[in-house]
């Protein structure tokens, strides 16, 4: 006979076999990344490069968003291209950077760990740890960020399903670190004219199975900047906490994903127009 599923929490028990989300709640909680929290009322805007290229792309960049209203900056710092003959991140030098920039400006900052090598030093510099999408399922790497005491920013592999997804942040939860922000940021399909299908329809699905903050990264969800404003609307009405964009301040010389990067007068247009489309779903930005 079929149960009948009333509750939330009865439907995160069907929808997750043999009981193994014990670190999922039904109650929507918030995760603090230095001042800022995400989960709450105001949608969360993190920007910034691709990757940390030089102090001058990074001052400008971050200047720039920090006064169109962004809260977070992003950069990488470890890169994982897809040649390893590709520009691989400055490492430490750009971890510098991050710091020194965060400081100047007031923005906290996020950026990637690849390795558990990495974890020392990132969390030396970074106010909030990105796991990458190839990394979603790099069970060693999460259980050690779930060591620390760090918020994670959970980034959905590029073919994990929502449960694969929900259990890799269940990986970061039982080690102790209950601080985990999901990122939908588009998955592989049959689909080529866009980089990633971005999978909006996982907003509402996350955020009714777990507790967690749910964002959206329009930017790699579509390899396209001209689409970035589009979905990043779309997701905000979706009911998004926040969302990630990748913005330059010369995006034609990015050395990483600068077909899909925002230049700083379209990311303070954009911004304006998501305040208003946040206001319509009871938000701000
Ligand atoms: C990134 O945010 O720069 C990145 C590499 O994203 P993803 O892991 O989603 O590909
Ligand atoms: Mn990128």
């Given at each position: 006979m079929e149960t009948k599923i009333s509750t939330d929490q009865e439907l995160i028990d069907c929808f997750i076999p043999m009981k193994e989300n014990r670190g999922i709640k039904p109650e929507p909680i918030q995760v603090w990344v230095s001042d800022v929290h995400i989960g709450g009322r105001e949608v969360i805007i993190i920007a910034g490069p691709c990757a940390v290229e030089s102090m001058e792309q990074l001052v400008e960049t971050a200047v720039s968003v920090k006064k169109s209203n962004a809260k977070i900056l992003r950069g990488g710092a470890f890169k994982p291209r897809s040649s390893p003959y590709s520009f691989q991140g400055l490492g430490e030098e750009g971890l510098k950077m991050l710091h020194e920039v965060s400081i100047k400006t007031g923005l906290p900052v996020v950026t990637e760990v690849m390795d558990?090598?990495?974890?020392?030093?990132?969390c030396r510099y970074a106010d909030m740890l990105q796991i990458g999408s190839r990394n979603m399922q790099n069970y060693p790497l999460l259980k050690e960020v779930g060591k620390t005491n760090k918020p994670v920013l959970l980034k959905r592999g590029m073919m994990a399903t929502i449960e694969e997804f929900l259990m890799a942040a269940e990986y970061i939860l039982s080690q102790g670190n209950k601080q985990v922000v999901l990122?939908?940021?588009?998955?592989?399909?049959?689909?080529?004219?866009?980089?990633?299908?971005?999978?909006?329809?996982?907003?509402?699905?996350?955020?009714?199975?777990?507790?967690?903050?749910?964002?959206?990264?329009?930017?790699?969800?579509?390899?396209?900047?001209?689409?970035?404003?589009?979905?990043?609307?779309?997701?905000?009405?979706?009911?998004?906490?926040?969302?990630?964009?990748?913005?330059?301040?010369?995006?034609?010389?990015?050395?990483?994903?600068?077909?899909?990067?925002?230049?700083?007068?379209?990311?303070?247009?954009?911004?304006?127009?998501?305040?208003?489309?946040?206001?319509?779903?009871?938000?701000?930005?």
């Amino acid at each position: 006979m079929e149960t009948k599923i009333s509750t939330d929490q009865e439907l995160i028990d069907c929808f997750i076999p043999m009981k193994e989300n014990r670190g999922i709640k039904p109650e929507p909680i918030q995760v603090w990344v230095s001042d800022v929290h995400i989960g709450g009322r105001e949608v969360i805007i993190i920007a910034g490069p691709c990757a940390v290229e030089s102090m001058e792309q990074l001052v400008e960049t971050a200047v720039s968003v920090k006064k169109s209203n962004a809260k977070i900056l992003r950069g990488g710092a470890f890169k994982p291209r897809s040649s390893p003959y590709s520009f691989q991140g400055l490492g430490e030098e750009g971890l510098k950077m991050l710091h020194e920039v965060s400081i100047k400006t007031g923005l906290p900052v996020v950026t990637e760990v690849m390795d558990t090598r990495q974890i020392e030093i990132v969390c030396r510099y970074a106010d909030m740890l990105q796991i990458g999408s190839r990394n979603m399922q790099n069970y060693p790497l999460l259980k050690e960020v779930g060591k620390t005491n760090k918020p994670v920013l959970l980034k959905r592999g590029m073919m994990a399903t929502i449960e694969e997804f929900l259990m890799a942040a269940e990986y970061i939860l039982s080690q102790g670190n209950k601080q985990v922000v999901l990122c939908e940021r588009g998955i592989r399909t049959f689909e080529t004219s866009t980089r990633n299908t971005l999978d909006l329809s996982a907003v509402p699905m996350l955020k009714r199975l777990s507790h967690l903050p749910v964002i959206v990264d329009p930017s790699h969800g579509t390899g396209l900047s001209w689409m970035v404003p589009s979905m990043a609307k779309a997701a905000v009405a979706a009911g998004a906490d926040g969302l990630i964009m990748e913005v330059h301040y010369k995006p034609e010389e990015a050395l990483c994903d600068g077909q899909q990067s925002l230049g700083l007068h379209e990311f303070t247009q954009l911004m304006k127009d998501l305040k208003r489309v946040a206001q319509a779903v009871g938000r701000d930005v």
